[in-house]
């Protein structure tokens, strides 16, 4: 049913689905991994299914942007089958797992910076950043100080806002004080991380450093 459905469903033709190497997920006695023995009888199906798809650059991009380009996201199945130790139900629960790989969509960082000075949480410290020439910054832009194995952008230990807490500024760089207040004291080894409200991303990273 489902292959007939994608030769006549034009929204199903994108859609990408593994080999089935497992055996029929539907329909069994509960508790069992034996085939419907109701009265009914019903007979096995592959019911329970996992497809996917990339969209193109035309249904996500807007005018100016990736022209012309090949996608920047790219997935591929690992692995794909069934868990037949599952009996509450009369289905076989499937799952499935894929490896994503994002292009960058960029070849040098938006924005540069680094962690100037000894940091320490005795006093204030200092970060200087340069960005180029067309990236679009914003007064609600900031700069978050991390552990190095962060997992997310909310990760952050502390911040500090790129204009309200700017120091300095020339034609090249500007520097940005962090509270030392605010500076985990048992140390470590942190980055920096430039956060942009407009591009709603991370646009830079500092190198590893000590605290």
């Not at 497992?22 to 299914?49: G, H, I, M, N, Q």
């Not at 499935?96 to 320490?120: C, H, I, Q």
């Not at 007064?139 to 807490?165: C, M, P, S």
């Amino acid at each position: 049913q489902l292959n007939m459905a994608k030769k006549k469903e034009a929204f199903l033709k994108e859609f990408k689905e593994g080999p089935l190497l497992f055996k029929p997920t539907y329909k069994f006695d509960l508790y069992s991994d034996v085939y419907d023995t109701s009265e009914k009888k019903r007979k096995p199906a592959w019911t329970d299914r996992i497809l996917w798809k990339v969209k193109n650059n035309s249904e996500t991009s807007k005018e100016g942007e990736f022209p012309e380009e090949e996608n920047p996201i790219s997935v591929s199945l690992t692995n794909y089958f069934s868990h037949m130790s599952y009996g509450i139900s009369d289905h076989k629960p499937v799952t499935g797992t894929f490896k994503l790989e994002m292009k960058p969509l960029v070849s040098d960082p938006l924005v540069t910076l680094n962690a100037e000075g000894e940091w320490s949480a005795e006093h204030d410290v200092l970060i200087r950043y340069s960005a180029g020439p067309e990236f679009p910054s914003s007064a609600w832009d900031w700069i978050g100080l991390f552990q190095i194995n962060f997992r997310h952008v909310k990760d952050y230990v502390t911040y500090a806002w790129v204009e309200d807490d700017e120091i300095a500024s020339n034609r090249d760089s500007k520097q940005v004080y962090m509270s030392g207040s605010e500076i985990p004291k048992m140390g470590g080894e942190f980055l920096l991380c430039y956060y942009s409200n407009n591009l709603q991303s991370i646009v830079g990273i500092s190198e590893p450093f000590q605290v």
